[in-house]
């Protein structure tokens, strides 16, 4: 059973534009979600991440939206570059301090 | 160095073979995870060391998987008598102190069994 969901499986997006990547939960009991950027042979990459107390966090392009009442919290990437193209993965963590990542999304941004 | 260092980066095995991955983590670093990411997947936790007390190792998947960390650094993931749901990219990261949220990913081992 896949404790977070995350869509979509891919996404293109032109240059300049703003990528958005989504991710729902069902256990409540989650404290942290983080997302990950992973480039092509390589680990992920912690790039940012959000507490369930904190509606929005914002480090420069990358922007993390949280709705508990939802579960629900999504990515958004403003002003994509050509760089920012790698695949993105959401994670939750549990009080036993257990993370489970979704499935990722494969972004390819187009000059 | 400078970064999460994995061994050997790929390796095919015939099914029925042993394997052993390496992961030297980031120096002085206490917590170790192994992760396992199938192919289109996101990782899936495998088993948690804190220096060389294995901690957890309830994402094991089956008595085939073992882990060790016997000096509290170097650490060895080893699946015995391999099968082709086995191939997969096994990540180790590594944290100085804590959990998941401090840590370092190294690149990966692909591991391949035909």
């Known amino acids: 059973q896949q404790q977070v969901k995350q869509s979509p499986q891919s996404l293109i997006v032109q240059k300049g534009g703003i990528s958005i990547i989504n991710c729902a939960y069902e256990?409540?009991?989650?404290?942290?979600f983080p997302w990950y950027q992973q480039f092509p042979g390589k680990g992920p990459a912690l790039l940012i991440a959000?507490?369930?107390?904190?509606s929005e966090k914002k480090e420069g392009r990358f922007t993390i939206s949280f709705n508990k009442s939802a579960k629900q919290f999504s990515l958004h990437i403003m002003d994509s570059q050509p760089g920012d193209s790698a695949t993105y993965f959401c994670?939750?963590?549990?009080?036993?301090?257990?993370?489970?990542f979704g499935t990722g999304t494969s972004l390819t941004v187009i000059p | 160095g400078a970064g999460v260092s994995q061994s050997p980066r790929y390796k095919v095995a015939k099914r029925g073979q042993d394997v052993a991955l390496r992961c030297d983590p980031i120096?002085?670093?206490?917590?170790l995870f192994w992760y396992q990411q199938a192919l289109g997947q996101g990782p899936e936790f495998l088993t948690y060391?804190?220096?060389?007390?294995?901690?957890?190792k309830s994402g094991l998947p089956s008595d085939r998987f073992f882990a060790e960390r016997p000096e509290g650094s170097v650490s060895t993931l080893k699946i015995q008598r391999t099968q082709q749901e086995d191939s997969a990219v096994y990540l180790c990261?590594?944290?100085?102190?804590?959990?998941?949220?401090?840590?370092?990913f190294g690149q990966g081992t692909r591991l391949t069994v035909v």
């Open positions: 060391f804190q220096n060389e007390a294995q901690l957890d």
């Open positions: 256990n409540t009991a989650f404290d942290y």
């Open positions: 994670a939750a963590r549990d009080t036993g301090n257990q993370f489970y």
């Open positions: 959000i507490r369930p107390d904190v």
């Open positions: 990261a590594s944290s100085l102190v804590g959990g998941l949220t401090e840590a370092f």
């Open positions: 120096s002085g670093h206490v917590s």
